[in-house]
Each structure stands twice: as structure tokens, then as C-alpha cells.
């Protein structure tokens, strides 16, 4: 992308923020909706591939990963691993959790021994698990994410955050999560690259300007998530990100669709177009770049 073509840059004839706004909003959601139609990405099947082998645990065992391992990740079985194409390091030291068995009480009696609809009894037994650093091989398929350099429109994100009066902290770690926000307060996770952290934050500046409303009036998670997603990519496609397919990605991991994405299109056009305004530091965009963009038909 040449110098001029990111917010905040500026040359002769020109157009205001407001219009650039409204233009690569309406463009951005046009390729949104396009890659929502198109369904999941080769990237995001080979993800969620992946991740339904990552079996959900109780929440005794979760403890007992972490008391044995507090910075284990992702955990699985020897075999599991194997499957995947990584093998545990040699000398390491599985973490033990229980496992389920099931299996058919013997028999009493006579009646008993006739019964073919005994109940299984439930027991438990140790096995063995091992987090992903304890393993080596082939790389897990990754979650599409947003590339770029973004330093300069970030630094002017945050400034855009802190003055409408919502603070911004960060956290070495968030459950998992890159970001979240709490009724005027975001926090994100420490770390993240440039143009990653810049399409959290508006991702979570947009739950903060849509969603932190009475419950009555909340739309249901589904929703919020394709909103404050759909907002982002704007947001970021108007800085020059590399979006990738990270945000339509992200969206059908909630089940979001073309038809779910034109229901809320007022309401993500109105956030975005803010949002980029506020970003935007100089009063007005080439409109030259504007003409350009229109005409090779996507954003970059």
C-alpha cells in the first residue's frame, strides 16, 4: 500500500472523514458478506478440525491439570498427539485425570443374571495426558488473523478510547480470550502484534458502544459477536490491515451468516463509521485513494 493510503494521510482533491467513512463501510461489508456467503474458509475447517480433538473436561480434572501443570494450554492423550502428527518429547511427565468406564454389575442373583437392563456402573480410572509443550512435530493448524503494521493507527485508537472516558488496561493473561470488556473498561492481552491488538480493541470498543445497554434490550451473544466482528474488519480494512478471512472466520464460529450479518448493518455501519472518524486524525482523506479502492473492488 503506498504512504497516502492509510487513515490519516491526506492530499488534493479531498473528502471529508465522513464520506470516506461511509464509503469504505459500505465496501467492506460488501466483501464481509461475500466471504460469509462463500462458507468456511479452508483455514477455519482445518482449525476446528483440530480443535474437536481437544476433548472438554470436567472441571475436576481442569483442576488437576493445573495443579499439576499451570501453564498447560492445550492437553491431550499420547495417541491423540500422535494422530496430529506431534509425539511426546522423551522424559517428559504425563498429567494424570480421571477417565469414565462404564461396565455391567454381575449378577446377584437369578432374577439379576436375567436382567438384560441392569444399569452400567460408573467408575473412574487414571490416565494419562500431556500439554502441547511437551510435544513436538508437526504445527497446529492457526486461526486466521488480522496482518499488518498498525503502530500508528493503534496509538491513535487508544488516545480515541481513553477520551470518550473508558479505560484501558492490559493483562498477562485472559483466559484464552485477547480481549474483553466490562462496562467501560477493556482489558487486553499482553503482547499481540500491532494490527492484532488494534482489531481487538475495536472489537471490544464496539461491544462497549453497542451491547453495554439494559438486558432486555441486548441482543443475544450470536449477534453481539457478528456486530463487534463485523466492525472490526471495517475498522481494520480502513487502516490498511491485511483482514484476511479472520473476521468471517471468527463470525461463523457463532453461527453468523449473509442474513444475520444485513439484519444488523445499520447498527454496524452507525459504529464503524464513528469509530473511523474518531481514528482519523487529519479532517479529511484522499480522495484519490478513495477512487482508487472503489475501483479494484476490495480494501486493503
Same mark, same amino acid.
Given at each position: ?36 456467503? !462463500? @462458507?468456511?474458509?479452508?483455514? #477455519?475447517?482445518?482449525? =476446528? *478440525?483440530?480443535?474437536? %480433538? $481437544? ?126 470488556? !466490562? @462496562?467501560?473498561?477493556?482489558? #487486553?492481552?499482553?503482547? =499481540? *502484534?500491532?494490527?492484532? %491488538? $488494534? ?102
Amino acid at each position: 500500500m503506498a504512504a497516502d493510503q492509510t487513515l490519516g494521510q491526506t492530499s488534493e482533491p479531498s473528502i471529508t472523514n465522513a464520506e470516506f467513512a461511509r464509503r469504505i463501510v459500505k465496501e467492506s461489508l460488501e466483501q464481509l458478506s461475500q466471504q460469509l456467503e !462463500a @462458507g468456511n474458509s479452508a483455514q #477455519l475447517t482445518s482449525y =476446528l *478440525a483440530a480443535m474437536s %480433538r $481437544f476433548r472438554a473436561y470436567s472441571i475436576s480434572n481442569l483442576f488437576l491439570i493445573m495443579a499439576q501443570r499451570p501453564d498447560a494450554t492445550r492437553v491431550a492423550g499420547f495417541h491423540t498427539w500422535k494422530s496430529m502428527g506431534r509425539t511426546v518429547k522423551r522424559g517428559e511427565k504425563g498429567i494424570f485425570i480421571f477417565a469414565p468406564i462404564r461396565f455391567k454389575s454381575k449378577p446377584q442373583d437369578e432374577k439379576s443374571e436375567q436382567d438384560d437392563d441392569a444399569a452400567p456402573v460408573l467408575r473412574f480410572r487414571i490416565v494419562h495426558v500431556f500439554d502441547i509443550s511437551q510435544t513436538e512435530g508437526k504445527a497446529l493448524p492457526e486461526f486466521a488473523q488480522v496482518q499488518g503494521d498498525a503502530s500508528e493507527e493503534l496509538e491513535r485508537l487508544e488516545a480515541a478510547v481513553r477520551a470518550v472516558g473508558v479505560t484501558l488496561e492490559y493483562s498477562d493473561d485472559l483466559g484464552g480470550a485477547f480481549g474483553m470488556s !466490562a @462496562g467501560g473498561r477493556i482489558v #487486553l492481552l499482553k503482547g =499481540l *502484534a500491532s494490527a492484532e %491488538r $488494534f482489531s481487538v480493541l475495536v472489537h471490544e470498543w464496539a461491544h462497549e458502544m453497542l451491547h453495554k445497554v439494559e438486558p432486555s434490550e441486548r441482543p443475544d451473544r450470536a449477534v453481539r459477536e457478528l456486530e463487534a466482528e463485523a466492525v472490526a474488519f471495517v475498522v481494520c480494512s480502513a487502516a490498511g490491515l491485511e483482514t484476511g478471512t479472520a473476521a468471517a472466520d471468527y463470525i461463523r464460529l457463532y453461527d453468523g451468516d449473509k442474513e444475520k450479518l444485513a439484519a444488523s448493518l445499520d447498527r454496524i455501519q452507525k459504529t464503524a463509521c464513528a469509530i473511523i472518524e474518531a481514528v482519523t486524525d487529519d479532517r479529511k482523506i484522499s480522495a484519490s485513494r478513495a477512487a482508487a479502492q472503489k475501483s479494484s473492488g476490495h480494501l486493503r
